[in-house]
């Protein structure tokens, strides 16, 4: 499984951008799809996630109701849409895949498949 994840740019405190994560190869595979972020020196943060069969959402509690990320079937692709966005969501965005159930959807050794990230940057 290959992922391709794109979207990421600079933008000011309020405004809203949209994250795509496109998995390509053994596609059938993946039981769910998760976004990670990371800002260097801190440790990688859980974003949200979304499970493919049950359509079911988990988000991490500095997002909900901010972020909302949804899944296109016949694209195999990911979305994040960011609305409201703060400083402090100023991070590497990485988008993840996981072809099991093991581990926890919230922990990042659940996903065995990492896409290459892409940077959003919020101003104030």
């Known amino acids: 499984v290959q992922l391709q994840a794109s979207g990421g740019g600079l933008v000011q405190a309020g405004a809203s951008l949209r994250l795509s994560c496109a998995a390509s190869?053994?596609?059938?595979?993946?039981?769910?799809m998760a976004w990670f972020r990371q800002v260097p020196g801190k440790e990688r943060e859980f974003v949200a996630t979304?499970?493919?069969?049950?359509?079911?959402?988990y988000y991490g509690d500095s997002v909900k109701g901010r972020f909302t990320i949804s899944g296109d079937n016949a694209k195999n692709t990911v979305y994040l849409q960011m609305n409201n966005l703060k400083p402090e969501d100023t991070a590497v965005y990485y988008c993840?895949?996981?072809?099991?159930?093991?581990?926890?959807?919230?922990?990042?050794?659940?996903?065995?498949?990492w896409g290459q990230g892409t940077l959003v940057t919020v101003s104030s």
């Open positions: 993840a895949a996981s072809s099991s159930y093991s581990g926890k959807y919230y922990e990042g050794r659940r996903y065995d498949h």
């Open positions: 190869g053994r596609t059938d595979t993946i039981i769910s």
């Open positions: 979304f499970i493919w069969g049950n359509v079911i959402q």
